[in-house]
Each structure stands twice: as structure tokens, then as C-alpha cells.
């Protein structure tokens, strides 16, 4: 009857690593990634399918 619910994640728009933590600051909440160290930044934020896509592009963009 019901579809199934799709799955979002928050990524760091830099690398596209899923493993951010938030952190509230002066101006309010803000992320910080564990994978590249990228701080203070608005996650972007992916269905689970196209994460694995967006992943791959950027990993053939950089070649």
C-alpha cells in the first residue's frame, strides 16, 4: 500500500563523507567533518541512492 520511505543522510559538501558532527557556536549551529576537517559549514543532504552517485562523481572528477 505504502511505498517505501526513502532514507536521507547530511554529508560534508567537500568530500561527501556522511561522518559530521554539529556543534553550536556563536552563530548557531554548525558541522564539523571527521573525514576531512572541513568546520563551520551547511551539510548537504542525500537519499542514500544518490549519496553512492554523487560519490562516485566527484571520485571521477578528481582523477
Known amino acids: 500500500m505504502f511505498g517505501k520511505k526513502?532514507?536521507?543522510?547530511k554529508a560534508c559538501p567537500n568530500c561527501l563523507s556522511s561522518k559530521i558532527n554539529s556543534h553550536l557556536g556563536f552563530t548557531g549551529e554548525g558541522y564539523k567533518c571527521m573525514s576531512c576537517g572541513l568546520?563551520?559549514?551547511?551539510p548537504l543532504e542525500f537519499s542514500l541512492e544518490n549519496l553512492e552517485k554523487?560519490?562516485?562523481?566527484?571520485?571521477?572528477?578528481?582523477k
Not at 568546520?39 to 551547511?42: G, K, R
Not at 554523487?54 to 578528481?62: C, D, F, G
Open 54 to 62: 554523487a560519490r562516485k562523481e566527484l571520485k571521477e572528477s578528481s
Open 39 to 42: 568546520d563551520h559549514f551547511q
Open 6 to 9: 526513502e532514507q536521507f543522510v
